[in-house]
């Protein structure tokens, strides 16, 4: 039984805070234990980037109290699923995940299959927002349907 969700992407400011909020609105009452955290922690303490916060805003979403943190060895005690944004993200969660951890540590956008993609484009370079929150929407959505 999953009760706990921690959403993890490079930063921590684009992301993974837009999922965590978007799908702590989706699952609200529900009971969910639900984070967000960067494999970085180059914006550790920071705010999420203004980008996603007015995105988010502008789609009913509220990003401001979160604050960007760094994944640790002590998550993969505390949450029952990690979901990666990209392979990346998911090489290096799984490169620090404990020996004995029963954590499952899976992919994003194969939840939503039918985005026919399997990463997060990072929008912190891109600048495609709106286009990262539609796919985070979708995916967010068909995550909720499975746990
Ligand atoms: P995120 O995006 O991983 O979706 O939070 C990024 C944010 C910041 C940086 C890279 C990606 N950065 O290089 O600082």
């Known amino acids: 039984m999953t009760r706990s969700v921690l959403f993890v992407c490079l930063g921590n400011i684009?992301?993974?805070?837009?999922?965590e909020a978007v799908f702590r609105s989706l699952?609200?009452?529900?009971?969910?234990?639900?984070?967000?955290?960067?494999?970085?922690?180059?914006h550790d303490g920071g705010r999420s980037d203004p980008r996603a916060s007015a995105e988010a805003q502008r789609r009913g979403y509220d990003m401001s109290p979160i604050r960007s943190r760094k994944v640790?060895?002590?998550?993969?005690?505390?949450?029952?699923?990690?979901i990666a944004m990209d392979f990346e993200n998911l090489r290096d969660l799984q490169s620090i995940q404990p020996a004995g951890s029963?954590?499952?540590?899976?992919?994003?956008?194969?939840?939503?299959?039918?985005?026919?993609?399997?990463?997060?484009?990072?929008?912190?370079?891109?600048?495609?927002?709106?286009?990262?929150f539609d796919m985070i929407e979708a995916a967010s959505r068909a995550l909720l349907t499975t746990i």
Not at 14 to 19: F, I, K, L, N, V
Not at 72 to 82: K, N, V
Not at 105 to 130: G, I, K, M, Q, T
């Open 72 to 82: 640790t060895a002590a998550d993969f005690d505390t949450f029952d699923l990690i």
């Open 27 to 42: 699952a609200e009452g529900r009971g969910l234990h639900i984070d967000s955290a960067g494999t970085s922690g180059w």
């Open 102 to 132: 029963n954590a499952r540590v899976e992919l994003f956008l194969p939840f939503a299959p039918e985005l026919n993609r399997d990463e997060v484009p990072d929008p912190y370079y891109e600048d495609n927002f709106s286009a990262v």
């Open 14 to 19: 684009c992301r993974s805070p837009t999922a």
